[in-house]
């Protein structure tokens, strides 16, 4: 079945990066195969939410047709800035991939990363509740201190859980992006994927001071 045969790939994804990276550079898939892998993800994800004990409420709750639109539209553009990211800092540093090439491994990237969506709904189902008498925002607009302490309250196990998502997720880009530009090294890959927005993040915070 296609649904068996794309899990076993998704699995692959997952503990095989660059061989899977490989694989869909070697398909020359096209945006438009790109666009559908990240609708998926987004359905995937939204259905997971449903079945896994503990996770967050599923996005059809409350959630109308256009929202669900609104936020796929988001993800698509997110994705397309990523591997234009990807691609363009790549090439910075010698790389030899396209940005047709890399379009399409960011929406395989977007569909494996789903496997990680357990862990972020494991570590959701640790969260506090938030209280109903607590008010998140004064009468002045400003978020109330008790709602930063409790959305700073996060239990161990969570973060735990979160941080080791957060680290595979982007162990596997660092993985999809050394094949896309034919790097050698992966962990050279991950040391610019994280210190790029580092870079750029303290840029800005010492523009705004």
């Known amino acids: 079945m296609f649904t068996t045969y794309l899990f076993r790939r998704m699995l692959e994804g997952l503990f095989e990066p660059r061989r899977s990276a490989q694989w869909v550079l070697e398909g020359k898939w096209s945006m438009e195969t790109a666009v559908q892998l990240v609708v998926l993800a987004y359905a995937l994800s939204a259905m997971l939410s449903i079945v896994i004990p503990g996770g967050p409420p599923s996005p059809d709750s409350g959630v109308v047709f256009v929202q669900h639109a609104l936020l796929i539209v ?52 640790q969260m506090p509740q938030p209280d109903a008498d607590v008010p998140l925002i004064d009468e002045r607009g400003q ?52 210190a790029v927005p580092m870079f750029f993040g303290m840029m800005l915070l010492s523009a705004i001071s």
């Open 143 to 194: 978020v109330t201190a008790e709602a930063l302490a409790a959305a700073t309250d996060v239990p161990p196990g969570a973060a735990i859980l979160l941080l080791t998502a957060f680290f595979i997720s982007l162990w596997l880009m660092a993985s999809y992006v050394a094949e896309l530009h034919r790097f050698e090294s992966t962990w050279k890959v991950f040391g610019v994927i994280v």
């Open 74 to 125: 988001v993800k698509v553009v997110y994705t397309g800035i990523l591997a234009l990211a990807a691609w363009g800092i790549g090439a910075l540093f010698g790389g030899r991939g396209s940005f047709d090439e890399a379009i399409p491994l960011f929406g395989w990237h977007a569909l494996v990363t789903v496997l990680l969506s357990p862990l972020a709904s494991l570590a959701a189902g």
